[in-house]
């Protein structure tokens, strides 16, 4: 059982140990970098073939979320395609997997830097989203208060039997939230990385990926 909660300007947040983030009183389930399409991009860029199958399992575990939540609107934080074309290269299935989630729900694509501009893919295409007192979008802006965004794929390193273990995490202070990368198909930054870190303040805490989700101080 999940029992840590994020405060974000009033809003009690719930981080998942999937990735996702659920604001339960809008009934609204977040996901972040889901890079659909990586392993066609990839091949597509250099010719290397990786196992195709990291769509399929990113979307069999949205749908678990969405089935365990019952949110009633996903909204997708930015680069939920690994580029342009990956949204025009899913294969029939995966496209019948993703028309299957959206059906009977508001689902809301928010523009990455991997895939600007919108998809034909049905949803509502927006560069950033409000609602409530927060505010949605893609990479942090400094000074944003009540902000949820992603980009930064954050990954807590901690040192374990004298090993250092990286884990996927959220970071979060009273001003904002940065959500883990939900794809399959993704690697991370390591929370104390200056891109990161400069984005809070002192007091800010990590949600480490892992049932349950775990709550820990970030190092200064």
């Known amino acids: 059982m999940n029992d840590c909660t994020i405060a974000l300007s009033g809003a ?19 996901v972040s970098d889901l890079h659909l399409g990586k392993s066609d ?17 990113t979307l069999t575990r949205l749908a ?17 395609f690994d580029d342009p074309a990956a949204a025009d290269a899913l294969c029939d299935d995966d496209l ?8 009977g729900r508001k689902w809301i694509w ?16 927006r560069t950033i989203w409000r609602q409530g007192p927060l505010i949605f979008r893609h990479i942090a802006e400094p000074g944003a208060a009540g902000e949820v965004s992603g980009h930064y794929h954050p ?23 940065v959500l883990p990368a939900y794809g399959t198909y993704t690697g991370g930054l390591g929370w104390t990385e200056p891109a990161l870190r400069g984005l809070f303040g002192r007091g800010a805490h990590a949600a480490i990926l892992g049932d349950p989700v775990r709550r820990v101080p970030v190092p200064a």
């Open 12 to 30: 009690r947040l719930t981080p998942y140990p999937s990735g996702a983030l659920f604001w339960e009183a809008q009934s609204l389930l977040v």
């Open 96 to 103: 019948m997997a993703l028309a299957g989630l959206q059906a």
């Open 64 to 80: 678990s979320d969405l089935d365990k939540t019952k949110a009633k609107t996903l909204l997708c934080l930015g680069d939920s």
């Open 110 to 125: 928010i523009e990455g830097n991997h895939d600007p501009g919108s998809v034909g893919l049905g949803g509502t295409h």
């Open 155 to 177: 990954k807590a390193r901690l040192a374990a039997r004298g090993r250092v273990l990286s884990r996927p995490c959220f970071l979060f202070d009273s001003t904002r939230v």
């Open 41 to 57: 991009r990839i091949a597509r860029s250099n010719g290397l073939l990786l196992p195709p199958y990291e769509t399929r399992d």
